[in-house]
């Protein structure tokens, strides 16, 4: 079994690395972390329209420094997960440059993954191993070249011996975009962040729900999401005809029957869906229109001059730290639009309304209660620059303590 790994994955990687030196650096930049050199390994891709958090980092360490991104777990298998990086699929194995951050997405026939089958387990590691023992040259050589290397939860920690052992002075950053149980990664992604967390030089979270699934404290830093302050600052025109509209952006638990319920119940307001990932549901009224997925400024527009926006998640027992996660919710409160969501993502947000997720009468509430609320912010965002900031060196921002 073992040479039959090594084989298929030796097939992936047709690129050589670069021939960037290691010893470049940036001189006269005052910001924090400046002149240093960045590797940033993630499941997702930096090339991707649909952004989450690990993006918006990623753009603001290459405001500092050389900055690559490495993205991960992506193989012929993707094609049957409807993996969001099939659009670039015919750029995979190759290093391109966007907007001055240096990518590769490294495909390969198969990609280790949760079998879900306790009696698979032994192969399911075997796999896991194959895939950290024959990593790519590109990879290998981006973690000699890096002065810190951002690992985001899910595979990339499996990479985190690696890298010590090909730099062994690199600085380490973890980013727990979430909790690795609610995304059930394999046993062996588990042990290993286990075992690499201690060592790792900072663990952010942004959330305090996520300190549970965090096997160390001293290195723990809390930083919430961040937003661009710009957004604040545009001018674009409305897309909207209709007096009332409400605007849900977004697949993640994505439920339909939310609009089921709203649109027959509130006729004179328009609600929009887009990048949901669903066709139009024939439940819904004529009130309702389903788009695409956006260019994030585009979804911006959308967001900005709605008068609700929309997060429905399909069930109660979502995750709590979404309530400091949720990009969408976020944006909602950041530009003072009032908000519908389950009760269990409210948190101590002002700006939103909840109800119960298959309960009607509790829906119209919600949306009731959200339609005459102020338009204002509940409270200040960080810049992605303050948040990027406080992740080099937390040190330095008192607000950073998990626990005071």
Same mark, same amino acid.
């Given at each position: ?31 924090? #972390?400046? $002149? ?43 094609? +049957? ?9 015919? +750029? ?7 907007? $001055? ?14 079998? =879900? ?47 010590? +052992? ?46 549970? $699934? ?26 909207? =005809? ?71 998640? =399909?069930?109660?027992?979502?995750? $709590? ?25 409210? #948190? ?9 997720? #298959? ?16 338009? !204002? ?23 950073? !303590?998990?626990?005071?």
């Amino acid at each position: 079994m073992e040479p039959a790994i090594r084989q298929v994955l030796r097939q992936s990687d047709g690129e050589p690395p670069s021939d960037r030196t290691a010893g470049t650096r940036t001189t006269g930049d005052s910001r924090i #972390g400046a $002149g240093l050199r960045y590797l940033v390994l993630s499941a997702h891709d930096y090339r991707s329209p649909r952004k989450a958090n690990i993006h918006f980092i990623a753009r603001e360490l290459a405001k500092r420094g050389p900055t690559r991104f490495f993205s991960l777990r992506y193989s012929l298998l993707s094609r +049957q997960t409807g993996d969001p990086r099939l659009s670039l699929d015919h +750029q995979a194995n190759r290093i391109e440059t966007r907007d $001055g951050v240096e990518c590769y997405l490294w495909k390969t026939p198969v990609h280790p993954f949760n079998t =879900r089958r306790p009696a698979l387990r032994a192969l399911e590691d075997l796999m896991y191993w194959g895939y950290v023992a024959l990593a790519s040259r590109v990879l290998r050589t981006w973690l000699a070249e890096a002065d810190v290397v951002v690992f985001e939860s899910g595979v990339a920690p499996v990479f985190f011996d690696l890298a010590r +052992q090909i730099n062994p002075r690199v600085k380490t950053v973890y980013i727990a975009s979430d909790d690795l149980d609610t995304i059930n990664v394999a046993e062996y992604v588990k042990a290993a962040f286990n075992r690499a967390a201690p060592d790792m030089t900072t663990i952010r979270i942004p959330s305090r729900a996520l300190l549970p $699934g965090i096997p160390s404290r001293d290195n723990v830093v809390l930083v919430p999401h961040g937003i661009d302050h710009k957004l604040a600052e545009t001018s674009a025109a409305s897309p909207y =005809r209709d007096a009332l509209n409400a605007v849900s952006v977004g697949s993640m638990l994505f439920d339909p029957g939310f609009f089921a319920e709203a649109s027959h119940r509130f006729p004179n307001v328009h609600f929009h869906i887009i990048g949901c990932g669903q066709p139009h549901h024939p439940s819904y009224g004529p009130n309702v229109t389903v788009y695409d997925e956006m260019p994030h400024e585009e979804t911006v527009r959308y967001i900005r001059h709605a008068d609700i926006g929309i997060a429905p998640y =399909r069930s109660e027992s979502v995750p $709590g730290y979404l309530a400091d996660t949720s990009m969408k919710l976020i944006q909602y409160d950041f530009l003072g639009v009032p908000a519908v969501c389950p009760h269990s993502v409210t #948190g101590d947000y002002g700006s939103r309304f909840g109800y119960t997720p #298959g309960d009607g009468v509790s829906v119209e509430q919600a949306i009731t209660r959200a339609l005459n609320a102020p338009r !204002e912010a509940s409270r200040r965002h960080l810049s992605w620059s303050e948040v990027t900031d406080r992740i080099l060196e937390p040190s330095a921002f008192p607000d950073t !303590e998990v626990i005071k």
